[in-house]
């Protein structure tokens, strides 16, 4: 599957911004989808998660409660909601699929990835 993440952008802290990871392939709603982060100088961190079914869900403990992961399988489109954003959420987001289908937290499983869209708080 191809990957093409949007709706990335500059917002005061507090704000919020909704981000999507459209797909193309025939299989996507089959895939588990995640989302990933990573800020200058540092390692690709693994933000949310959801399985195939929508079912499961996971979520880095530093935004639970503020963002909540969906998909619309009519529309093979994975969001990313994120309220209250901090300064620290500032980095290149990333959307990735895997073939395996059930939500993880580990990059390796993870088949394909978009390119990222930047979202930067500010404070």
């Known amino acids: 599957v191809q990957l093409v993440e949007s709706g990335g952008g500059l917002v005061q802290a507090g704000g919020s911004l909704r981000l999507s990871c459209a797909a193309s392939g025939r299989t996507f709603r089959t895939y588990a989808v995640g989302w990933f982060r990573q800020a200058p100088g540092k390692e690709r961190e693994f933000v949310s998660a959801?399985?195939?079914?929508?079912?499961?869900?996971y979520y880095l403990d530093s935004v639970k409660g503020r963002f909540t992961i969906s998909r619309d399988s009519v529309k093979d489109t994975v969001y990313l909601q994120m309220n209250s954003l901090k300064p620290e959420d500032t980095a290149v987001y990333y959307c990735?699929?895997?073939?395996?289908?059930?939500?993880?937290?580990?990059?390796?499983?993870?088949?394909?990835w978009g390119q990222g869209t930047q979202v930067t708080v500010s404070s």
């Open positions: 990735a699929a895997s073939r395996q289908g059930y939500a993880s937290r580990s990059l390796s499983v993870y088949d394909s």
């Open positions: 959801v399985s195939w079914t929508g079912g499961t869900t």
